[in-house]
Structures are given as C-alpha cells and as structure tokens.
C-alpha cells in the first residue's frame, strides 16, 4: 500500500521529530523546526557526511585517500559575491500570475492540456492527479477523455496562447499573465540604516562561502590541486511554492564540497563522485530501488552549470513522487565559472600554480556534490517509515542503527524498586557511548510502541530474571526477536550493532 505523506507528518509531529515553524502562531509558508528527535537524526546524518567528506574521505583513483578540508563561512557575505555569482542576475524563477485569483505559480511547474479542437485549455500543477484533470474537465463542460488532449508545460507554450488557458483555480481562459523573473533571495540590510548600499542577502547556497575561502584555504593549509573543501549549513530561497513537507523549504541546510582540479581531469572526477555519493547514500539506508541516477536535461540547468559539462542528479522516489523521483543531490560540473567570475570582480588572481605540472598556471574547475541535508532527512524518514499492522504501533521506522536518533532504550519491566537502579545504572553507563532513552513509566506494551515509532532499534528490559542472574531481554525492532544477553555484554552488543 502507498504510504500517504500525510501519515509521515503526523507521526513527525506527534513523535517529537519536525514542528510546523512558529507553530503556536499558525505557522510560517516554508520553514520548519527540528524536535527533539528530528535534531538527532539530523546530526546523525550531518556527521556522517562530514566523516565521508572531511574525516576519512574516500581512495582516489590512484588509492591514496583525497584531500579536503572543513569550513564554515557567514551566512551573509559581502554583496558583491552574488552579483559574481549570478545569482542577483540570474537565480530567478519565472512565474506567472493569475489577474483572477492573485496566485503565483513557477512557469515550469504547469503543464497545459492542449488541444487543435479546444478553444480552452485547462492548466494544472505538474503534480495533478489524472483524476483531478478529468474532473476539472468535466466541471468546464469539456470532454473528459484525456487522450483527446496533449500534456505540455507552459514554458513550452508561446504568449499568444495564453489567452485560452484557463488557470489551476479558475474557470475562465485568460487570467494568466506573462512570465516574470522572480529572484530567490532574501533580503536584508547589514547596520542600522535600510538603504541600498546597506543591502545583504542570506546566501541562496554554501557553495559560495567555499568559492571565497579558497585562496585562504590554499595560503593556509597544507592542500594541493587536486583538493576539496566541505561546508554544511543553512540555506535560503524564497521559494514561490514551499511544498511536500521539509522537500521544499525556504529554509533548509545543505551539504556542499567543491572539488578543485586540473581541467583535463575534471570529467573524471564528476564520476568518481557520483559513484562515490552513490554509496554515502545507500550506506545510510536509502533502498537502491528508491534511489536514481540522472543527467540533467540541457533546458534546465543552473547558470553555472550551463558553462561546464552539466549536472548528474541522485534523485529518491519520495511519496509524493512516486512513481517518479525527487532531486537529493546533485553533482555539477561547475567548470570554472564560480573562480573567474570572483577573480573578476574582485581584482584577487584565483589562478594555481602547479608545481606537479611543470609549474603550469591555471584557474582549477570544480566538481560540485551538493546534497541537501534537510532533504536527506526527509528521504531517511520516508525510506525508514514501515507499516505493520500486526504490532500495537501499526507502524514502525526502520533506520539503519549508525542514523537512528536513539540507538536503545532501558525498560525496566516495572517501576518496581528491584528493577529500576538496574535499569538507571545501565542507562548511566550506556549514556556515556550512545544516545539512550531511559523509560520506567506504562506498561512495557505502550513502551515498545513508542520505541517502534521513534526507530530505536534495540530495548533492553530488565526484569526478574536479571536479579538472578544478571542478563536483560534485548528486543530487535524489526523482527521484534528476543534474546537474553548479560549485563555486561550490552555495551560490546551495542557498538558491534552500530557499526553496520
Ligand atoms: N550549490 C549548488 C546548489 O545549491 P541546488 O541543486 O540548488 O544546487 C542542492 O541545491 C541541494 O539542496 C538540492 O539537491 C536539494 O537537496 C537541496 N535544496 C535545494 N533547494 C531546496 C529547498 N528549497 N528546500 C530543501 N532543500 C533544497
């Protein structure tokens, strides 16, 4: 059965793992907060990217580990850095307005139902259902048979047929205005004063803090071409239509590494990392029959991308995309656009001389894997999220040990007084290594549910038996197998599991 995304929500909230923003107030379009449990799932997935990045990066080709490094930079940056970037210039949507009901929509995320024989075509976001088109057609008094139209997105369509579409939410051809450019930015000003020369933006991506640090990195450090240089952090984009729950956010984090190399090299190294992240991706749980590999299409490249040999993207089959897939990362070859453009407005030379090609002088291209961590958090959530209805939770998340934000809990099986210094004594040494839950109120029922629910792979109950002779019932969330292992065993049992 389909999961419905509805229930992911629901459970994300009622578990402690994501709140809607300002959620006492009504919300905020875009913008969500991180619970008690969504934090260190969060964390989980943040350090394990850095570890794979900065820590222990993988082999090279020639089987000597990569070079990079960690920074974090501001999140505002002088204003001139995206002006080289392009981003004032060019990091805009083009949206069109409905004159009627005053709703924006993203030109590109429409799609119209064209027809030689219809002198109206009816609009629809590029995520309806076929039922809600047919029922739409019917409203209007129109053939309901879809095959008697064809489905194209409204970039495609010229101006002059703007006058016989009708809206998503209208019922009259003509509403929609022509496409204007729509910048993501947000704005603020930096000093008391609110003028134009004060303007700063909050950065549309981390990749640039790293484009500014790179000739700090290289005077600093001991790193030589090729390297890479890692940053996670918040994002911003005033997104027209924050949708599918944390998907689309105008806040979110991102996990971004530039990779600095030799031109002629360049396009090896694209590959090497979409391998590479292929990996990262399923070693943190992501099903490979979920996960897909695609080049993008030419029309729908970034401004810098379109300079160098494209984009490949990582994409997951989220609910609310299935059958089809949804962007997690994506791995851009940015050729060396980001570094000439900043050698140019600045007047600072961010050529390298490389003293392993005969002291050759070149300005580096960048490979570019950037993930989205709030994304990749969804992805964990939605991959983990298990319906069983033979156990009293109906539901269980089944995230790998090394991701799950409680890798155990302590349950005495009574708040009684012989099993609860027990369970505290355990909990106190287990507390040291891992992060565990001590939970000693309700019936042990209700208490493996919630475990279940929240994605604890392990329980570890104590009971009558343990005075006796000092061993614990250890549950398995999965399968929910019971074993009976030593106290003194637990911690051995525990770090051998978060190892997988
Ligand atoms: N520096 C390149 C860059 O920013 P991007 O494809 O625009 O590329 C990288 O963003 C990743 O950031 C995406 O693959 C996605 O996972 C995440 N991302 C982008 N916009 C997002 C948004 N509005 N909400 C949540 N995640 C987003």
Request: hydrophobic share 35%; with cysteine.
């Amino acid at each position: 059965m389909p999961v419905d995304m509805k229930d992911i929500v629901a459970l994300c909230k009622r578990r402690g793992f994501i709140f809607p923003a300002s959620d006492i107030y009504g919300g905020l379009n875009g913008f969500w907060d991180f619970g008690p449990l969504g934090v260190e799932l969060k964390n989980n997935l943040r350090d394990r990217w850095w570890k794979a990045m900065v820590i222990t990066p993988p082999l090279g080709p020639d089987g000597a580990p990569v070079d990079i490094v960690g920074i974090d930079s501001a999140i505002i940056q002088n204003p001139k850095t995206w002006v080289a970037s392009g981003h004032v210039g060019g990091f805009s949507d083009p949206m069109v307005d409905c004159k009627e009901t005053k709703k924006r929509y993203r030109q590109d995320h429409l799609i119209v139902l064209t027809s030689e024989k219809a002198d109206r075509w009816p609009a629809f976001h590029e995520e309806s259902e076929n039922a809600d088109m047919e029922k739409k057609l019917k409203k209007l008094g129109m053939p309901s048979d879809l095959s008697l139209f064809e489905k194209i997105n409204l970039t495609k369509l010229p101006i002059e047929d703007y006058a016989k579409i009708i809206g998503p939410d209208t019922k009259e051809p003509g509403t929609l205005t022509e496409p204007k450019e729509f910048n993501l930015m947000f704005e603020t000003h930096a000093g008391p004063i609110q003028s134009e020369e004060n303007k700063v933006y909050l950065r549309p991506e981390t990749a640039q803090g790293i484009f500014l640090n790179y000739k700090n990195v290289l005077d600093s450090t001991r790193v030589k071409m090729p390297f890479g240089i890692a940053q996670i952090g918040k994002a911003y984009r005033n997104e027209v239509n924050p949708r599918n729950f944390i998907f689309r956010s105008r806040e979110f984090e991102q996990m971004e590494m530039e990779w600095f190399c030799h031109p002629d090299e360049a396009k090896m190294w694209q590959e090497f990392w979409f391998e590479e992240r292929t990996k990262f991706w399923k070693s943190v749980g992501l099903g490979s029959d979920n996960l897909a590999m695609r080049p993008h299409d030419s029309d729908e490249l970034a401004h810098y991308a379109k300079q160098g040999l494209g984009t490949s993207d990582i994409e997951y089959k989220f609910p609310f995309t299935a059958p089809g897939y949804g962007e997690l990362e994506g791995i851009a070859h940015r050729c060396d656009f980001d570094l000439k453009s900043h050698q140019e407005h600045s007047g600072v030379k961010m050529e390298y001389l490389d003293p392993a090609r005969d002291n050759e002088r070149y300005i580096p291209h960048v490979i570019e894997p950037a993930a989205g961590l709030t994304r990749g958090v969804l992805a964990l959530i939605c991959e983990a999220y298990t319906v069983d209805e033979s156990r009293p939770s109906g539901v269980y998340l089944n995230f790998t040990p090394a991701m799950a934000p409680k890798k155990a809990a302590i349950l005495p099986l009574t708040a009684k007084e012989e099993h609860v210094p027990i369970a505290q004594k355990l909990y106190l040494e287990l507390r040291e290594e891992f992060p565990v839950d001590l939970d000693i109120k309700q019936n042990i029922g209700k208490r493996y549910a919630r475990q279940d629910e929240i994605g604890t792979p392990y329980c570890f109950t104590i009971d009558n038996d343990t005075i006796e002779d000092q061993t614990v019932t250890v549950r398995e969330r999965n399968t929910m197998a019971q074993e009976r292992i030593h106290l003194d065993k637990v911690s051995n049992y525990l770090r051998e599991k978060m190892k997988g």
